[in-house]
């Protein structure tokens, strides 16, 4: 049979996962010759032998590629035949890829490497840094593509002979496994005190100790710091949020493994290929409360809600902390594991600001050598009927690369900052987005400048230099400063625009569809406080059709954190000739409820708002919930905490859902529940009808406007969609109305995705 050859050019997120040794194993089994190189864009893989075997070849491609390779397209070439009989690895192609670059993401620790870490036969016995191609760090310890080790964290960690001959062994599963590393060469751990003295011992054997005595741990994982505490111990975890002075935030659970997580949580089948698959990511799933309390979970890791965050390990660390000696030993049940760094804040990776922030905090640092180039933080999902929710994107889920819809192309490249607060920025080259790991929020000044330089990074790696930044509406904004900084022109777009229009790009649609986009406050075309918005959406533009009530913001951010703020000025909309005397009330001092009230009134620091995330923040006031915010939407998860499963209360709501003006009424809601609040109705039942009432009215306008326009598709976006019963609500009444909800899926429904919609709609303007 004649010999022919190929040259396969396979693109999409190939580095990084194996994929060179696969395709040398797959070609010697073949009997075929070539050899596969990093390149640009991905791999290329040049194939000789009989045409039957290399066809073969070429089909395993897509079906049995490593675990963790995402091919997005295979492109083949006829070439001439050279005669090559052996298959080998050949250097990386360095360059500028064609398309936006596909970088390797961080991959949990495989089977094979686990298994060698508890075999005391191996050389690499309770080594932290036990990884082969496979799996462990990629885009953390990356400084430039192609993957290759000399451009990475790794090259300070010349490979030992051992090491090296494992690289070099074709039948090795470490063959060109570029983050290869034993004890005897590799990265090592070290303990650290509090006051940054280095302590002899075990490092993981210190901290395993420190934990069962209700301490806490300071861990340096794959991309930056960690805090761990014994989940199991009221005590412990009570010590960490004085600590970390974080009162009520819900704390992520580490956890051994899946059956200990399905004891703890309710988990869908594509929540668990969340937490045991290549991202295993934070998912946040209802608890099982007979579970939590046969495991002894301390009440304090999430008080007020009925979600637990669960997270599987996913570093050799993680596995050595938690187990004994062997794998099957269990150590702890759960520990919590939360970001080191202060909310908001960009991740906390380098050692020396680390030691800094760490003191007062931890009681053991436990940290090692290898430098965290890229840091990133653990991607969170939230569980809902209609598939995982995305909260954060970043360990190993970002960066990631979307295409924009209907040939829309960037005729020049654009950066986009996103949103002051979630900040992910993003970059557009072409006819792609390149989306990068969430960074925080911009009012602090680390973030603003890990937001510059994670800009800088994404357009590093794909080689260019934009002269054109887009940014969020509104004039004052931090991304605007932060735009301006960067290059010489901006461009700004509405938020909810925005919004909208990332949840179109990850569906590949560009037509023109209604948008629901329920959030906290984005700056309106008007100037006022945005928050609760139906738009007729596309690209190029967008029509406010229907909004919330609109209220005062009284206090401007401050109603943010002090949700009472809100719930006196819907009691003033509710009740316009006075509001009657409420249990409420006699927790308020009365002198500064009149003084809130004349400044409303007045219009000072008290814009006008429409905000749906304000509205929940009422509520649970009203309902004596939450008075004061201690973290972000606190009010909000413990408004749909109550509602949970309860059947909700008939209410006496008079009056139309919406009007021909388009504002959808909320007061006789409010009144309502207000009234029924009184009379001694049943909490739940109260958050339940409102989370029913206020889907009924939101869906009422969505309905009309859709009929009146002919628009089928409506997008769901917005923070306020990360709320479980509200989606699920929303969706079920405008399915059953016709409609096509749009719901988020790759891409978070809050501020994290708005730099995609920023690109989208800026690369439409200037082309």
Known sequence: MARVRREVHVRGAVQGVGFRPWALQRARRLDLGGHARNAPGGVVIAVEGRDADVARFVATLRSEAPRGARIESIEIEERAPRGEAAFAIAPSEPGAPATLPRLPLDAPVCDACLAELFDPASRRYRYAFTHCASCGPRAAVLSSLPWDRERSALAAFPACAACRAEYEDPDDRRHHAESIACPACGPRLAAFTADGGALDGDPIERAAALLRDAGVVALKSSGGYHL?????????????????????????????????????????????????????????????????????????????????????????????????????????????????????????????????????????????????????????FRSSAHGPIPMRLSRAA????????????????????????????????????????????????????????????????????????????????????????????????????????????????????????????GYGSDGAAWGGELLRVDFAGFERLAHLERVPLAGGDAAAREPWRMA????????????????????????????????AARGVASPPTSSCGRLFDAVASLLDLVDANGHEAEAAMALEACAGDAEPAPLDAAGAASD????????????????????????????????????????????????????????????????????????????????????????????????????????????
């Open 568 to 599: 006196a000025m819907w009691l003033a909309r509710a009740f316009p000739d006075g509001a009657p005397r409420l249990a409420w009330h006699a927790r308020r001092d009365a002198g500064r409820l009149a003084a809130l009230e004349a400044i």
């Open 660 to 767: 021909a003006s388009g504002v959808i009424a909320i007061a006789p809601l409010v009144r309502a529940l207000v009234l029924a609040h009184a009379r001694g109705v049943a909490r739940d039942a109260l958050a339940a009808a409102f989370h029913h009432g206020l889907a009924d009215r939101l869906a009422h306008a969505v309905i009309r406007v859709a009929r009146e326009r002919a628009l089928g598709v409506v997008v769901l976006t917005g923070g306020c969609f990360q709320n479980r019963l509200l989606l699920e609500l929303v969706h079920a009444r405008l399915a059953a109305a016709g409609l096509a909800p749009l719901l988020h899926e790759r891409l978070p429904p809050n501020d994290g995705a708005l730099a995609v919609g920023q690109l989208a709609i800026a690369a439409t303007h200037a082309s």
């Open 398 to 521: 970002a960066p990631l690369v979307l295409a924009l819809p209907g040939g829309l192309q960037a005729r020049e490249p654009i950066w986009a900052i996103g949103g002051d607060w979630k900040c992910a920025p993003a970059l557009a080259c072409g006819g792609e987005i390149l989306l990068g790991e969430h960074v925080g929020d911009l009012g602090h000044v680390a973030t603003h400048d890990a937001a510059q330089q994670r800009l800088r990074d994404l357009a590093q790696f794909a080689g260019v230099a934009p002269a054109l930044a887009a940014h969020d509406l509104h004039p004052d904004s931090a991304g605007a400063a932060l735009a301006a900084a960067l290059a010489p022109r901006t461009f700004a777009v509405q938020h909810h625009h925005a919004h909208a229009v990332a949840c179109l790009v990850e569906h590949g649609r560009s037509e023109p569809a209604l948008a629901l986009a329920l959030d906290g406050i």
């Open 228 to 380: 761990a505490a014994d989940a199991t111990r009221e005590s412990a975890v009570a010590l960490l949020r004085a600590r970390k002075q974080r009162p009520t935030r819900p704390l992520a659970l580490l956890v051994p493994d899946l059956a200990t997580a399905r004891q703890l949580a309710v988990l869908t089948p594509a929540d668990e290929a969340l937490l045991a698959g290549p991202a295993h990511a934070i998912v946040v799933a209802p608890r099982r409360d007979a579970g939590c309390a046969r495991l002894a979970l301390a009440e304090s890791v999430a008080p007020g809600i009925r979600d637990l965050g669960l997270l599987l390990p996913y570093a050799p660390l993680h596995h050595l902390l938690l187990r004994g000696e062997r794998a099957a030993d269990a150590r702890f049940v759960a520990l919590v594991l939360t970001s080191a760094n202060a909310s908001g804040e960009p991740t906390l990776h380098d050692d020396a600001t680390a030691r800094a922030a760490l003191r007062g905090i931890a009681d053991l640092v436990v940290a090692h050598d290898r430098a965290v180039l890229r840091p990133n933080d653990d991607s969170v």
